[in-house]
């Protein structure tokens, strides 16, 4: 079976300070991968997606990078966090299927982030 | 990006009272998702539809895709206290190279035993 693995649960950091969100999926081969940002009760925002190695799309212009170094391993990265940065960030999965709805998103537990 | 809007925004009813949630966007999606978000935690897949007008029953919960897979509601019979939480949909495109989802802004809902 699939899973999906995220890390750290928590975390703290400075404004200033680098940060480096890591997930790993296993069970599968050639996931596309997704990174979300989720404030408080709403909605997620699509970040990042990734449909191979080293294959990055960006949704919205940020302080924020991703890569993909492995097929199943995918980090989100930022070289000077913001306070704005702060929030719930989740990691997910699905698999691609042409003709069809594709899978649904398959989530990590996701990273609670805090700048300060 | 993809805008899908929610309403309402927070919903607190009694137990065994009926509610509907809706999702509505412009753009049309190949597929619709709901999910459920429990507190720290990523969301979990309730349904997905496919079919514009297709509708899906889990148990107290009805799914409906519009016609025009523009849309969808949600509507939960005789709501229980398990039934609280953040319910997300999330649209989704299909391109050649991949999948991508857009999430709607979320209904909390609170069933109050």
């Known amino acids: 079976s699939q899973t999906i693995h995220q890390w750290p649960a928590t975390l703290v950091q400075p404004v200033g300070s680098p940060l480096s969100l890591e997930c790993t999926v296993e069970?599968?081969?050639?996931?596309?991968l997704y990174w979300y940002r989720q404030a408080a009760g709403r909605g997620l925002q699509l970040l990042f997606y990734?449909?191979?190695?080293?294959?990055i799309s960006s949704e919205v212009p940020q302080n924020l990078s991703a890569s993909r170094p492995q097929d199943r391993q995918f980090i989100l990265s930022s070289k000077k966090l913001l306070l704005s940065d702060s929030g719930f960030y989740l990691c997910?999965?699905?698999?691609?299927?042409?003709?069809?709805?594709?899978?649904?998103?398959?989530f990590g537990n996701g990273t609670r982030l805090t700048v300060t | 990006t993809q805008l899908l809007e929610q309403s309402p925004q927070f919903l607190s009813i009694q137990e065994g009272e009926n509610l509907t949630v809706y999702c509505n966007s412009s753009?049309?999606?190949?597929?619709l998702q709901w999910y459920r978000q429990e507190p720290g935690e990523g969301p979990v897949l309730l349904v997905t539809v496919v079919t514009g007008g297709e509708v899906k029953k889990l148990k107290r919960l009805t799914f409906q895709f519009g016609d025009a897979r523009k849309d969808s509601s949600l509507h939960i019979t005789a709501a229980q206290p398990g039934d609280t939480g953040l319910y997300l949909c999330?649209?989704?495109?299909?391109?050649?190279?991949?999948?991508?989802?857009?999430f709607g802004t979320g209904t909390s809902l609170t069933v109050i035993p």
């Open positions: 753009s049309v999606f190949s597929s």
């Open positions: 069970g599968t081969s050639n996931p596309n």
């Open positions: 997910a999965w699905s698999v691609l299927r042409r003709g069809q709805g594709g899978t649904p998103l398959h």
């Open positions: 990734s449909v191979g190695i080293g294959q």
């Open positions: 999330a649209g989704g495109i299909n391109t050649n190279t991949g999948n991508q989802f857009y």
